[in-house]
């Protein structure tokens, strides 16, 4: 993965899938995310009321500003340089870093309760040594809440992002969780009513645990 390839013009000109919605920080997107983020805390606070939360793929901070408002402890890093920036810009008390999860990550085991993960490892062409590392920073007890596409919602023939590596629906992503040591302790299609009338504009968050 290739901070490079993440800037101005893939979050907010029309290199990848945001500027359908006109740019990450459009008014479009704000209203995706107020809702997103609500529906993946709930599912946060069902098992952690509070604990150590490290955003991977954070972008702008704002998943990782909105969690700690909520009661974690948040920090969070990206590949890209220019997201960094503008997440150090936005929110200057919290913790962000570059980095690559490809690669080992500057945390160390056992370092957080929650690991979030949203729109992060179909960008990666290693997925084994990448869940390897977050499994690595994730306690015994932690959850790991990601969002992948899934393509039986959202087709590759649909999708203007060329970093994307992977596309594969459900069943796919469950069994390259369980080869690399999670299980899957919980999945949502949402919004679920657009499901079988507007799949693609649904997404998929699971919950994994360690195996």
């Not at 359908?20 to 098992?47: D, E, N, Q």
């Not at 998943?63 to 200057?92: H, I, L």
């Not at 869940?131 to 596409?149: A, H, K, Q, T, Y």
Request: aromatic letters at 14%; proline letters at 4%.
């Amino acid at each position: 993965m290739a901070g490079d390839e993440y800037g101005y013009g893939y979050y907010e000109g029309d290199e990848s899938n945001y500027g359908i919605l006109g740019g990450y920080t459009s008014l479009p997107m704000r209203f995706c995310r107020f809702f997103v983020y609500r529906k993946a805390m709930s599912i946060l606070k069902a098992h952690k009321k509070a604990g150590r939360l490290l955003d991977v793929g954070c972008a702008y901070g704002f998943w990782a500003e909105f969690s700690r408002r909520n009661g974690f402890d948040s920090s969070g890093c990206d590949v890209s340089k220019f997201a960094v920036s503008a997440a150090k810009e936005r929110f200057p008390h919290m913790d962000f870093r570059q980095a690559d999860i490809e690669k080992p990550l500057d945390f160390p085991s056992s370092a957080f309760d929650v690991v979030t993960a949203f729109d992060v490892l179909e960008h990666c062409r290693d997925i084994g040594p990448t869940l390897s590392e977050l499994r690595r920073v994730l306690n015994d007890d932690g959850i790991l809440l990601v969002s992948v596409p899934d393509s039986d919602l959202f087709s590759q023939e649909r999708d203007r992002d060329d970093t994307h590596v992977w596309y594969m629906n459900f069943e796919g992503w469950k069994a390259v969780f369980e080869k690399n040591g999670f299980r899957v302790a919980g999945s949502w299609v949402f919004p679920r009513p657009l499901k079988d009338v507007r799949p693609r504009w649904c997404i998929r968050l699971t919950l994994l645990r360690k195996r």
